[in-house]
């Protein structure tokens, strides 16, 4: 019988995967001789530390450029005003336990003969820079958004050998996942997404008037943590968009290993294993990750049988 769930149970930690860059505290004093333009944003904060306005669209950017500078060899980068600007340590988990969940015969799989499909890379294609430093994979990362694929070029093509590593393409459909962007013939070892979690843009803004209340900070409409509508919701919110990309993986069964989405809600869980046991799935997953007090997962799924499973992981 197929095993249509399994949960890895990690929430017990506190800290990043063990193989993440960012599990001790920001190291502010180097990351401004790496980038000294953060000194621009650097205070005391009230525990007399040195810090940043985490509230502060600049600083966090700046921060940024700094760990992918540091760590990742990123030397440029940047993004638009308003796109998302992601928090890098959680990020880098994502691609660490990607890199467990392919493992093979026990060793991690690393080299430009792994595969990966990034559904909405976005303006940062954040994903695809520390996959590819981290392990060497090769990615394809996909968007709907012309002016982010525009941008995540411009950060490819500054930075030696990524261009070369990531290829972008434009989803022309907006309602499709991975339709008319897995071409005949193509094969990928992973496929990974960040869905757009809230259903409307009214809901948007309400988690952005959290974000302010928990910074403290005045109340106000703008959404400061940046993020395009097609970063932020979709009709239905991520149930309905993971559900579409459930759907769609059964036609592309053969060509990828393992599916992977994000779920940012643990709610939603049980709604999306009924319809990955409806689809036929013959493996699923949820991994579970945790940085600090803030748990997330994503959850996994396979259509190869063990046989099959191990065939593929042969041929690597």
């Not at 306005?53 to 993004?79: C, E, G, R, T």
């Not at 097609?230 to 993971?242: H, P, Q, R, W």
């Amino acid at each position: 019988m197929p095993n249509h769930l399994e949960c890895i149970n990690t929430e017990e930690k506190t800290k990043l995967h063990t193989r993440n860059k960012h599990r001790s505290r920001y190291d502010f004093k180097l990351l401004m001789i790496t980038s000294p333009l953060l000194s621009t944003y650097l205070h005391l904060n009230a525990y007399n530390d040195i810090s940043i306005d985490f509230a502060n669209p600049l600083a966090v950017k700046s921060l940024n450029s700094a760990l992918l500078k540091h760590f990742y060899q990123i030397a440029d980068w940047d993004i638009p005003s308003q796109y998302l600007c992601p928090p890098i340590p959680g990020r880098a988990d994502y691609i660490h336990y990607l890199a467990d969940l392919l493992r093979g015969n026990g060793k991690l799989q690393i080299g430009n003969h792994i595969r990966v499909l990034d559904i909405g890379t976005g303006a940062n294609v954040i994903y695809p820079l520390i996959g590819h430093r981290e392990y060497g994979w090769q990615f394809v990362g996909v968007d709907v958004d012309t002016k982010a694929l525009k941008n995540a070029q411009a950060i490819l093509n500054a930075n030696t050998g990524l261009s070369n590593a990531v290829e972008l393409r434009l989803q022309t459909s907006p309602n499709a996942i991975f339709s008319s962007v897995i071409k005949t013939g193509e094969h990928f070892d992973l496929t990974m997404c960040n869905p757009p979690f809230h259903g409307s843009l009214a809901d948007a803004n309400a988690g952005t008037q959290r974000k302010w209340k928990n910074l403290s900070k005045a109340k106000t409409s703008k959404l400061n943590f940046g993020g395009q509508g097609t970063e932020l919701f979709c009709e239905g919110g991520e149930v309905a968009f993971i559900s579409r990309m459930i759907a769609e993986s059964v036609d592309m069964s053969g060509q990828c290993f393992w599916f992977t989405s994000l779920v940012s809600k643990a709610s939603n869980l049980p709604q999306l294993y009924k319809l990955l046991k409806t689809a036929g799935a013959r493996q699923v997953k949820t991994i579970n990750m945790a940085q600090g007090q803030k748990k997330s997962r994503f959850v996994a799924w396979t259509f190869l049988t063990t046989g099959q499973q191990n065939d593929w992981l042969k041929k690597q």
